[in-house]
């Protein structure tokens, strides 16, 4: 399905198409942010881990595959694929899922330290070139109780959420300290990478809107 998220937005000068290879809403509004049209549309992918992937190569590998999933139906984008994982002791924490799996989740983060590992893709559909990306966030939780836990995931239902919380929202409180390069990758998209991937293919963010 494709979603044409940005009608409202004027049509960038670039002849390219910008397309986004994510049916996420959090990425559709952060990429939203740069002002220019662009469609949104679910790659078909197994996200699936790899026998002894580590968390940076998958996010890496599931960002392209993402991006490359899209070029035969539009083989004149420029095509985003971004992935995302929690990491604690070094294993990966996926999408809940189910209430309970979000409050075990933060039960296992409360007081400690997690790694939020967003991988970004910029793929060029016409040539086959690309740019790959991971950009690491540190997040601290506060020590947390459970009925705080439970009180939280029945308010906000992060279940569709590496590591079960939604930092644009509620899920704010839950945090001692954040630690980025870039606030908007915990989100989802790293928005200060994908400017400077579309500046070095051509494409002008800050271009002269008609």
Not at 148 to 157: A, D, F, G, K
Request: aromatic letters at 6%; hydrophobic letters at 45%; one cysteine or more.
């Amino acid at each position: 399905m494709t979603v044409r998220a940005s009608s409202h937005l004027p049509v960038h000068p670039d002849s390219r198409t910008l397309l986004l290879a994510s049916s996420s809403p959090y990425r559709r509004a952060l990429l939203e942010r740069f002002g220019w049209a662009f469609s949104a549309h679910a790659p078909d992918i197994d996200e699936r881990p790899l026998a002894h992937e580590s968390p940076h190569d998958l996010v890496s590998r599931l960002a392209l595959a993402k991006a490359r999933a899209l070029i035969q139906q539009h083989p004149h984008a420029l095509v985003i694929g971004s992935d995302q994982v929690a990491v604690l002791d070094g294993q990966p924490l996926g999408k809940p899922g189910t209430e309970q799996r979000a409050i075990a989740q933060l039960e296992a983060a409360s007081g400690r330290t997690v790694q939020f590992l967003t991988g970004l893709c910029l793929l060029d559909a016409a040539s086959g070139a690309y740019e790959l990306e991971v950009v690491s966030t540190e997040v601290r939780f506060r020590t947390l109780d459970v009925h705080t836990i439970r009180n939280y995931v029945r308010r906000e239902q992060p279940l569709d959420c590496a590591g079960s919380f939604k930092c644009e929202g509620l899920g704010i409180a839950l945090f001692e300290a954040i630690s980025s390069a870039d606030p908007t990758a915990l989100i989802g998209l790293p928005l200060i990478a994908l400017r400077a991937m579309l500046g070095r293919a051509g494409f002008d963010v800050l271009a002269d809107s008609p």
